[in-house]
């Protein structure tokens, strides 16, 4: 898993690269992302990943499926991923590449985790508590995951801000474990 991640961030620097010497960062985005959607569908993945079948006709379906939807350079990328029979990378490349573009405008990702589903008010107030956190524009995920049992936590990159009850427990039980004091 590890090497994928690495070729598809590798294949993602080299795009905003080109994206961004061409002025062309929105297109690459929504190309990659339309092309990850097309390329990966389970009737046309084994088409485009398949090594027995010859290379134009590989290249041909994809130039077929993408031209007019996507700028050429993102046909020529996955035409080289399918070369290298890699073309079901084009997801994690499309992410990583997303992931690079939010980073140049200063974006950041944020998960919010609650053992509830947010309102809409709730989910602003976290949004608005990691901006003023972090001084950047976030993208916010909320999730429900109800063994937390109430509370939340919120993980923007590798922090982690843990305001749960089942968390606060753990901290209560490590900490009458190691017989410290109680906070």
């Known amino acids: 898993m590890a090497r994928s991640t690495t070729a598809a961030r590798r294949y993602a620097e080299a795009a905003f690269e080109l994206a961004t010497r061409d002025d062309q960062l ?19 993945l084994p088409r485009i990943d398949n090594p027995a079948r010859p290379l134009a006709q590989r290249r041909e379906l994809i130039t077929k499926l993408l031209t007019g939807r996507v700028p050429d350079s993102v046909i020529r990328l996955a035409g080289l991923l399918a ?4 073309v ?3 997801q ?6 997303r ?3 939010d980073r140049h405008r200063g974006i950041v990702e944020a998960r919010v985790t609650s053992a509830q ?3 809409a008010d709730e989910t602003e107030a976290v949004r608005a508590w990691v901006t003023k956190r ?10 429900v995951d109800e063994g937390l049992i109430g509370g939340l ?3 923007v990159g590798d922090t982690l801000l843990d305001a749960s009850v089942r968390g606060r427990l753990e901290r209560l039980r490590n900490q009458l474990v190691a017989g410290g004091r109680i906070s």
């Open 134 to 143: 972090t001084g950047k524009d976030v993208n916010l995920t909320a999730n």
């Open 88 to 90: 079901d990378r084009i």
């Open 117 to 119: 589903p947010l309102s």
């Open 153 to 155: 936590t919120v993980r």
């Open 99 to 101: 992931r690079l573009l």
């Open 26 to 44: 929105d297109q690459w985005g929504e190309g990659l992302a339309f092309a990850a959607q097309v390329l990966t569908d389970s009737r046309v």
């Open 92 to 97: 994690g490349v499309a992410t990583e590449y």
């Open 83 to 86: 070369q290298r029979g890699s």
